[in-house]
C-alpha cells in the first residue's frame, strides 16, 4: 500500500469512526433513549430514565420501624412511637455494605402500613419526632439520604399509601395528607430514582378504605422529580414481578398493557410475572424479594438468611432474565445491618464475580447469518466488543438468524449472556443454543425471551463452537451483546425432610459430598454427628441444621435449617368444612387440603391422639389458591368444649408472601384437639380455603 492509499484509508476510518461516534452523542441527546435511525423501533419503548434504570440491575430494600421492635410484618398503627429506638443506627454502615455488596441504590421503607414515617412529618403524629430515638431529634432519610451520596449509590423510597395510624385515613382528606408527605420528602432529601409504591389498602381507624388519587400522587411526585421511576403493579416505570421470592418468567416481556391493571389488584400475579407480548407501555420487571423469611428483622430468623445457591437462583432467576433484582436487607434493632446478612452478601459478591470472572467469547470469531447488508453500524463484531450500544441485526423483516462463536481450542463454558438493543424494543421470542460435536451441531437450551439481559445456566460444556439461532422475533432482531463464561462449580444445599411419623433423612444433589447435621441448634462441624443415609427418628418440634462437606472436609457448603413443628404421627381430622383434611396433617407440604368453597367461615379440626402441651401453631398456605388470611385458632380437651379462641389475627402479606406462619400464645396451654377457623380469604375473589400443613409446637 503506497502512502497516498494509506493516508486516504486511514482518514476514511477516522472519519467513520468520528460519524459513528457523533450520530451516537446525538441521539443519545434526544428525550427518547437513542436509536440509530437505519433500524425502524419497534412497538413499546422504554425512556432514558427506564433505560438508566435497567441497567442498574442489583440494589438494595430495607424494612425498617415499628416493625423491627414488634416482631411484626404488619404493625396495625397502634403501637407506642416510642417503641423505635435503635441504640446504634449507622446509615454509613448501610451504604458500605451495599457498595461492597455490588449494589447500586437502596430503597428505604419511609412509611410503612403502620403510618410510622422515618422522618419527621409535618403531617402525623407517628414519626420519629415522637419516637425515643434520639429524644425525637433524629431523622433515618436524612441520613441515609447523606450516606448514599457518601458512597455513590441512588436514593429511593418506599410510602405506604396505606395507614393504618393517621386519623383521616378512609375520608376524602386523606390523600392530600399522602400527597403533602410525599412532597416533604422528595423536596427534602435530594434525588430519589425510585418512588416504590404498592397497593396496600385496608380499613383505617374510622373503619374504611381509601379511595387512592394515583394521579394526584404521581404528579405530586413528578413535579420535583421528573425522570423518577414508579414502582406498582401497574408501574409505569416499573411492575412487580408477580411474586415475593425473586422469580421473574421463564418467558419475562418488559411490556404490559397498564390501562388493564391497578396498584393491589388481585389475580394478576401469573401475567406480571411474564408481562404481555403485545403490551403497549413499556413497564419492565422488578424481582423484590427478603434475605430472610421475613421483611423486617426478627431475632428469630437469625439462623434463616438465606443460603448462598438461593441467593444465586434468585439472581439467575430475576437478573437473568430480564428484570431487576431488589434484594431487602432488613435492618436490626440496634439499627445495623447484621452480620450473619453482611456475610451472605459479602459470599453472594464473590460468587458473582467468580461466575462472570472471564468473557471467553471475547476470544472467540463471530460469523452470523442474515446479517442487515450496507450497514456501518451493524456487524457480528459488535457482539463481543463490551459495549451494549452497538449491535448485530438481521436485515429488515428477517425475523430468523443465527451467529456462531468460533475458537481456536476447545474451550469449557457453563453461562451465556445475552442482551437486546432494547432501545429500539423487545423482539426475540424463541432462541436456542447449540454447541458443535464433530461436524454435528448439538442443543443445549431452548429459550423464549431475551429482553435487555438473558443468562443461561447451563451443564459444563466443551466445544470448539457455541451457536445461537433466533427462531421467531416481533421484527427483526437486534442484538447486542453475547458473553460466555465457565463459573465455578459448587455445593449444593441440602435438603431437610421429615415424614409424618417423624423420620428426618438429609439428601444433597452434589456428587458424593459428606453432610453432618445437629439437632440442638448449633453449626454443623465435622465433628457433628454424621449422616449415614439412613433417616433418624426426630418427632419433637425443633431445629434441624445440616451441612455438606468435600475433600475430606476442607471445603463446605451452606448450613440448611429446617425448623420442625411436632411430628404430626397419630393425628386426625375429624372435621372439615369440606375436602380431605389428612392432606393439611399429613407432613408433606406439597399435598395440601382445599375445601370446596361457598361463603366464610371454613374450618378444620383435629384429634392429636394424646394431651399436649402447645406453645402455638403454623399455617402453611397452599400458594396456588384458598391462602387463609384472618382466622381463629382454639384448643379443647375433649374436642366439644372449645371456649373462646386462644389465638385469633390476621397472616399479613400472606398473599403476596405465601409461606409458613407461625403463631405464638399468650401463654402455653394443654390440648388434645385444636380447630383452625378460616374467618377470610386472603383474596376477597377466593371463597376457598386450603392449607398445604398446619402444625402445633
Not at 310 to 339: F, T
Amino acid at each position: 500500500m503506497n502512502n497516498r492509499i494509506l493516508f486516504l484509508w486511514i482518514h476514511v476510518c477516522n472519519y467513520n469512526r468520528m460519524k459513528k461516534i457523533a450520530l451516537f452523542l446525538l441521539l443519545f441527546g434526544c428525550h427518547q433513549a437513542w436509536a440509530q435511525p437505519e433500524i425502524k423501533p419497534y412497538g413499546a419503548l422504554p425512556s432514558a430514565a427506564q433505560l438508566k434504570w435497567q441497567q442498574l440491575e442489583y440494589y438494595m430494600f430495607i424494612h425498617f420501624g415499628p416493625n423491627t421492635f414488634t416482631d411484626k410484618e404488619w404493625g396495625h398503627g397502634d403501637e407506642d412511637p416510642k417503641v423505635f429506638n435503635p441504640t446504634e443506627l449507622d446509615a454509613r454502615q448501610w451504604a458500605r455494605t451495599a457498595k461492597l455488596a455490588g449494589m447500586k441504590g437502596i430503597i428505604i421503607t419511609a412509611k410503612h402500613h403502620d403510618g410510622f414515617c422515618l422522618w419527621p412529618s409535618a403531617y402525623s403524629k407517628h414519626t420519629v419526632r415522637e419516637s425515643a430515638w434520639k429524644n425525637g431529634k433524629g431523622d433515618v432519610l436524612a441520613e441515609l439520604s447523606a450516606a448514599c451520596k457518601e458512597y455513590g449509590l441512588l436514593f429511593g423510597v418506599y410510602l405506604s399509601p396505606w395507614d393504618r395510624n393517621h386519623p383521616a385515613y378512609g375520608t376524602p382528606d386523606y390523600n392530600q395528607v399522602f400527597a403533602n408527605q410525599l412532597k416533604e420528602v422528595h423536596t427534602k432529601y435530594g434525588d430519589v430514582f425510585e418512588q416504590w409504591f404498592d397497593g396496600a389498602n385496608g380499613e383505617g381507624p374510622n373503619g374504611k378504605k381509601q379511595v387512592y388519587d394515583w394521579d394526584l400522587f404521581h404528579k405530586t411526585v413528578l413535579q420535583y422529580h421528573p425522570n423518577v421511576i414508579f414502582f406498582s403493579d401497574a408501574g409505569p416505570g416499573c411492575r412487580w414481578i408477580g411474586n415475593e421470592n425473586g422469580f421473574a418468567g421463564v418467558t419475562n416481556w418488559s411490556t404490559l398493557n397498564r390501562k388493564d391493571f391497578a396498584p393491589g389488584m388481585h389475580g394478576i400475579q401469573d401475567i406480571l410475572n411474564k408481562g404481555q407480548e403485545d403490551g403497549v407501555d413499556w413497564v419492565p420487571g422488578e424481582a423484590d424479594v427478603s434475605i430472610r423469611p421475613g421483611w423486617f428483622y426478627s431475632a428469630a430468623t437469625d439462623d434463616k438468611v438465606k443460603t448462598l445457591p438461593w441467593l444465586l437462583d434468585i439472581y439467575y432467576a430475576s437478573v437473568g432474565r430480564n428484570a431487576n433484582l431488589l434484594l431487602n436487607v432488613p435492618v436490626d434493632r440496634r439499627g445495623r445491618i447484621h452480620k450473619n446478612d453482611s456475610l451472605r452478601l459479602m459470599e453472594f459478591r464473590k460468587a458473582l464475580d467468580a461466575d462472570f470472572k472471564s468473557n471467553l467469547a471475547v476470544k472467540a470469531r463471530i460469523s452470523a447469518t442474515n446479517t442487515r447488508q450496507n450497514s456501518m453500524l451493524t456487524s457480528a463484531v459488535y457482539l463481543a466488543d463490551g459495549n451494549p450500544n452497538t449491535y448485530w441485526a438481521t436485515g429488515e423483516g428477517q425475523l430468523q438468524g443465527s451467529f456462531t462463536l468460533s475458537f481456536v481450542k476447545p474451550v469449557t463454558f457453563n453461562r451465556l449472556e445475552l442482551q437486546e438493543f432494547i432501545a429500539l424494543g423487545q423482539r426475540v421470542k424463541a432462541f436456542t443454543v447449540s454447541v458443535q460435536e464433530g461436524k454435528e451441531w448439538r442443543e443445549i437450551a431452548k429459550e423464549t425471551t431475551i429482553g435487555y439481559k438473558r443468562i443461561l445456566r447451563l451443564p459444563n460444556t466443551t466445544t470448539q463452537s457455541i451457536r445461537v439461532d433466533i427462531l421467531d422475533a416481533k421484527a427483526s432482531p437486534v442484538i447486542s451483546e453475547v458473553k460466555v463464561f465457565k463459573a465455578p462449580d459448587r455445593l449444593a444445599d441440602p435438603v431437610i425432610k421429615r415424614s409424618k411419623d417423624g423420620m428426618v433423612s438429609i439428601t444433597c444433589p452434589s456428587a458424593d459430598p459428606e453432610i453432618f447435621y445437629t439437632l440442638d441448634g448449633s453449626e454443623p462441624t465435622t465433628r457433628s454427628a454424621r449422616y449415614t443415609g439412613t433417616a433418624f427418628s426426630f418427632p419433637q418440634s425443633g431445629t434441624v441444621k445440616a451441612k455438606a462437606f468435600i475433600e475430606e472436609g476442607r471445603k463446605s457448603g451452606a448450613t440448611v435449617t429446617a425448623a420442625f413443628d411436632l411430628a404430626p404421627s397419630g393425628w386426625k381430622a375429624l372435621k372439615t368444612s369440606s375436602g380431605d383434611g389428612e392432606k393439611a396433617i399429613d407432613g408433606d407440604f406439597q399435598s395440601s387440603w382445599q375445601n370446596q368453597g361457598g361463603s366464610y367461615p371454613h374450618e378444620i379440626q383435629v384429634d392429636m391422639g394424646k394431651t399436649i402441651s402447645i406453645n402455638g401453631f403454623s399455617y402453611t398456605p397452599r400458594k396456588n389458591g384458598g391462602i387463609i388470611y384472618t382466622y381463629a385458632f382454639y384448643l379443647s380437651q375433649d374436642g366439644q368444649q372449645w371456649g373462646e379462641p386462644v389465638a385469633k389475627g390476621s397472616f399479613a402479606n400472606i398473599l403476596n408472601n405465601p409461606v409458613k406462619q407461625t403463631v405464638k400464645l399468650v401463654k402455653p396451654a394443654s390440648a388434645r384437639y385444636f380447630r383452625l377457623v378460616a374467618i377470610a380469604p386472603a383474596d376477597e375473589k377466593d371463597s376457598r380455603a386450603a392449607a398445604a400443613e398446619i402444625g402445633v409446637f
